[in-house]
C-alpha cells in the first residue's frame, strides 16, 4: 500500500467509515503477527499482542499525525508489547529450554524441506540454538537481528520503527550479528563447520 492510499484509508476511517480500518491493517496483519511470534514464540501470546496492537491504532488513528506510517508505529507498539509481556512472563514462571521447544515445535519436516530423521533432528538442534543465540542479546540488538533477519525489513524501515538513524542501526545490527556468530562458534566447532 502507497502512503497516499494509507492516508486516503486513515481519513475515510476519521470520516466514520469504519470499514477503512479493515482495509488499512489487512495488508499488515501477516507480518504484524510473525512479528509478534518472533518475539513470543506462543501462538496465542502472540495473538494478543496483534489485538493489542491493533486496539491501539483503532484508538490512535482518530487523532492521527501523517509523520508515522502505520506500519511504523504498528511494529514498534508490537515490539513494545511483546517485550512487556516477556518481562511478565519470565518474573512469573521460569521455563525450561526443553520444555519451551516441546511447546512450539518446529514447522513438520514437509515444510522446511528436511526428509531425513538425521538432518531433521540437526535442523531443530541449530534452530534452538540460533533462537537460543538471539534471546540471548540485549534488547535493542534482538530488536534489530529479528527484524532484519527474521521479517527481512530494510534497515532504513528498521531505522524509522526504531526511531533512530541509518548508521545507529547498522551498529547494532553489526554487534548482535557478532554476539550471535561468537555464541554459536563453539557449536559450529562441534559440528566440524
Known amino acids: 500500500m502507497t502512503r497516499d492510499e494509507e492516508l486516503k484509508l486513515i481519513r475515510a476511517f476519521q470520516a466514520g467509515e469504519t470499514g ?10 501477516a ?8 518475539w513470543t514464540q506462543n501462538r496465542e501470546d502472540a495473538l494478543d499482542v496483534c489485538q493489542d496492537a491493533f486496539l491501539k491504532l483503532y484508538r490512535a488513528l482518530p ?3 501523517a509523520r508515522a506510517s502505520v506500519f511504523t508505529w504498528l511494529y514498534r507498539v508490537i515490539i513494545n508489547r511483546a517485550i512487556d509481556m516477556k518481562r511478565k512472563k519470565t518474573r512469573h514462571k521460569t521455563v525450561s529450554r526443553d520444555a519451551a521447544s516441546d ?7 514437509e515444510a522446511s524441506g528436511v526428509t531425513n530423521p538425521e538432518r531433521l533432528a540437526s535442523s531443530r538442534e541449530i534452530q534452538g540454538r540460533i533462537r537460543d543465540a538471539v534471546m540471548a542479546l540485549p534488547t535493542k540488538q534482538q530488536q534489530v537481528f529479528v527484524l532484519r533477519h527474521f521479517e527481512d525489513l530494510p534497515l532504513k524501515q528498521i531505522a524509522a520503527i526504531q526511531q533512530t538513524t541509518l548508521g545507529a542501526v547498522k551498529a547494532t545490527l553489526f554487534q548482535a550479528v557478532r554476539k550471535v556468530r561468537k555464541s554459536l562458534a563453539g557449536y559450529w566447532a562441534e559440528m566440524g563447520m
Not at 477503512?20 to 496483519?29: E, H, I, K, S
Not at 511447546?103 to 519436516?109: G, I, N
Open 20 to 29: 477503512a480500518f479493515d482495509a488499512l491493517v489487512g495488508d499488515v496483519r
Open 31 to 38: 507480518k504484524a503477527y510473525s512479528l509478534a511470534y518472533q
Open 63 to 65: 487523532n492521527w499525525s
Open 103 to 109: 511447546e512450539h515445535p518446529l514447522p513438520e519436516p
